[in-house]
């Protein structure tokens, strides 16, 4: 069959039949040439490709509406996302101007502790001078970090990880004052 007379039944161009057939396309019959066709359109790396790229914005879209609905949820919770870079560096400065807080007042602070004679008056003067630190921080924070949703963060964090000793956890303390032989 003439490449001609095959362009005629398939209904395309001879031109469009000679690449085809360098391609690989058998020229015998009508027949083994539409065969060669289907075969070939189902194993076309492009329609492969087409679909992978289509099955991926499918995913693509399907994250994108859980990550929604998460934030949603979130909302609905009195709560919200947080970008984490910006968390991380808003408590770096939050306990380096901490840090810096305490050692300037440890001094100070070391001879009223001393002093103290119960673990109640200990708790007090150690929380007056965390307080101090802490409120200073959150000052220093705040002014460098210029995020109020990142600095309510810290500060409810702070208050619900490190602020947990209470006075009457103290109180239920035993203080054993007598002496241990050696």
């Known amino acids: 069959m003439t490449h001609l007379e095959l362009s005629r039944k398939l209904s395309c161009s001879k031109s469009n039949i000679q690449r085809l057939?360098?391609?690989g396309m058998p020229t015998d019959s009508e027949l083994a040439?539409?065969?060669?066709?289907?075969?070939r359109s189902r194993e076309n790396p492009q329609a492969v490709a087409a679909?992978?790229?289509a099955e991926q914005r499918r995913e693509k879209i399907?994250?994108?509406c859980a990550l929604l609905s998460l934030r949603l949820q979130r909302e609905q919770d009195d709560s919200e996302l947080l970008p984490t870079t910006e968390c991380l560096a808003a408590i770096r400065t939050f306990c380096r101007?901490?840090?810096?807080?305490?050692?300037?007042?440890?001094?100070?602070?070391?001879?009223?502790v001393a002093a103290c004679q119960t673990p109640q008056a200990v708790h007090r003067e150690l929380a007056e001078l965390i307080t101090e630190s802490w409120i200073t921080s959150s000052v220093g924070?705040?002014?460098q970090v210029k995020n109020d949703r990142i600095t309510r963060m810290a500060h409810e964090m702070i208050v619900s990880e490190f602020v947990k000793i209470s006075p009457a956890m103290i109180e239920a303390w035993s203080?054993?004052?007598?002496?241990k032989a050696i």
């Open 21 to 23: 057939s360098a391609l």
């Open 33 to 39: 040439a539409r065969q060669w066709i289907e075969q």
């Open 51 to 53: 679909s992978t790229l």
């Open 62 to 64: 399907r994250l994108e």
């Open 97 to 112: 101007l901490s840090l810096i807080a305490l050692k300037q007042r440890i001094d100070s602070s070391a001879e009223r």
């Open 141 to 143: 924070m705040a002014l």
């Open 175 to 179: 203080v054993d004052s007598t002496p």
